[in-house]
Nanobody, 124 residues
Framework: VQLQASGGGLVQAGGSLRLSCAASGRTSSSYAVGWFRQAPGKEREFVAAIRWSPSRTYYADSVKGRSTISRDNAKNTVYLQMNSLKPEDTAVYYC??????????????????WGQGTLVTVSS
């Protein structure tokens, strides 16, 4: 599976963006995709994840209530809708396929097939 992230851009604080993660290739029923972000000088951090079967979603506390992760099976695409954006949300956002045996993980080393990243810049 190859993943490609898109949808980043420049937005004012309080605004919204929808990121997309398009997958090419065959996915399994245990497929799960995670979104991570990395700000300059900081470590990559977990944002959200979604599992196909059973259907589950997971969020980091920093985005819970402001973000929604969803999927479109027909398009093999995962979306991350982010609302009420804050300057601290500024980062490169990456999507990746979970490669572990649990439903998901917030640990980036348990993911594979990373997309190239898309930059989100939130101005104050």
């Amino acid at each position: 599976v190859q993943l490609q992230a898109s949808g980043g851009g420049l937005v004012q604080a309080g605004g919204s963006l929808r990121l997309s993660c398009a997958a090419s290739g065959r996915t399994s029923s245990s497929y799960a995709v995670g979104w991570f972000r990395q700000a300059p000088g900081k470590e990559r951090e977990f944002v959200a994840a979604i599992r196909w079967s059973p259907s589950r979603t997971y969020y980091a506390d920093s985005v819970k209530g402001r973000s929604t992760i969803s999927r479109d099976n027909a398009k093999n695409t995962v979306y991350l809708q982010m609302n009420s954006l804050k300057p601290e949300d500024t980062a490169v956002y990456y999507c990746a396929e979970y490669g572990g045996t649990y439903y998901y993980s917030p640990v980036s080393t348990e993911y594979k097939n990373w997309g190239q990243g898309t930059l989100v810049t939130v101005s104050s």
